[in-house]
């Protein structure tokens, strides 16, 4: 079983859409993560949520809004999508909250903005 | 601001030789400093890790060697083989979520 999945894997896209990506982790965690890897794998974080509270928000254009129904889930939605946004998105999750040991990541979606 | 500097971007090494792969932090509340392995359309997973208590953790033929004064660790994967090639991240954190260095793409030739 996946520990950390997301969902689309591959996701092509107009400039000026909104689209979202989903994220789900069964390892019973209580910290999850959005990355942005780019074209250069810079990996950077955008969010973190512990219990389902926002505690980290990087300088993130405010056209990306993080969701998380519950301990499991963290999805972000993205509005009026650019061309600079095309890059891959990792979800990620980790236990106790910003100090826990090993981040679990998910296999990336790949958003291209065309 | 770049708060662990990674190096070499890139690396090529012959089969059964020594990979190395360096990284140094200035935030001294750093106290976990993990590499992270990632192969083309993946994610990054953990390879191996250390804490400052100690100077060098091995596992298998992955080696982290920590200097605490010099603010610097490295990877060493000993006998490198050509299922080795990815990509290597090291990372770091204190109180504070992970941050990693840019990343050095390994490609070990046979």
């Known amino acids: 079983d996946t520990a950390v999945s997301q969902t689309p894997k591959y996701l092509v896209t107009q400039m000026g859409n909104d689209k979202s990506i989903k994220c789900e982790q069964n390892l019973g965690h209580d910290t999850m993560y959005w990355y942005k890897q780019d074209s250069k794998k810079f990996l950077k974080i955008m969010f973190s949520y512990n219990n389902k509270e926002l505690i980290i928000n990087e300088t993130v254009p405010n056209r990306f809004s993080p969701k998380s129904p519950d301990k499991a889930h963290l999805n972000l939605h993205i509005n009026s999508l650019e061309l600079g946004d095309s890059a891959v998105y990792f979800c990620a999750s980790s236990l106790r909250g910003l100090s826990g040991n090993t981040i679990y990541f998910g296999e990336g979606s790949w958003l291209t903005v065309v | 601001q770049q708060q662990v500097k990674q190096s070499p971007q890139s690396l090529i090494v012959q089969k059964g030789g020594i990979s190395i792969i360096n990284c140094a932090y200035e935030?001294?509340?750093?106290?976990?400093f993990p590499w992270y392995q990632q192969f083309p359309g993946k994610g990054p997973a953990l390879l191996i890790a250390i804490r400052p208590d100690v100077s060098e953790k091995k596992e298998g033929r992955f080696t982290i060697s920590f200097n605490k004064s010099a603010k610097q660790f490295s990877l060493h994967i000993m006998d490198s083989q050509p299922g080795d090639s990815a990509t290597y991240f090291c990372?770091?954190?204190?109180?504070?979520?992970?941050?990693f260095g840019k990343g050095t793409r390994l490609s070990v030739i046979a």
């Open positions: 990372a770091a954190r204190g109180n504070t979520p992970l941050v």
């Open positions: 935030n001294t509340a750093f106290d976990y």
